[in-house]
């Protein structure tokens, strides 16, 4: 049976391997010096293979919804 390779493989050069996509912080950085967003590239080509913005991390675990808070 076929299995689903595990490895990502680079759209750009076709180099495989995990090894290969690294991930790298953004240089801008908040006040607070944490880096806004992480870059995956592929160190072979440096063809960027996705951008993960940190904030998105944080909204999708802290979402909630809080009804008529301020009602007296
Ligand atoms: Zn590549």
Redesign the pocket.
């Known amino acids: 049976m076929d299995k689903e390779p595990t490895s990502p493989k680079?759209?750009?050069?076709?180099?495989a391997g995990i090894e290969?996509f690294v991930s790298k912080e953004s240089t801008s950085r908040s006040r607070y010096r944490e880096p806004w967003f992480f870059v995956i590239?592929?160190?072979?080509?440096?063809?960027v293979?996705n951008v993960i913005a940190k904030h998105v991390f944080a909204q999708t675990a802290t979402r909630v919804v809080l009804p008529n808070e301020n009602v007296e």
């Open positions: 680079c759209p750009s050069c076709g180099v290969h590239y592929c160190d072979q080509c440096g063809h293979y």
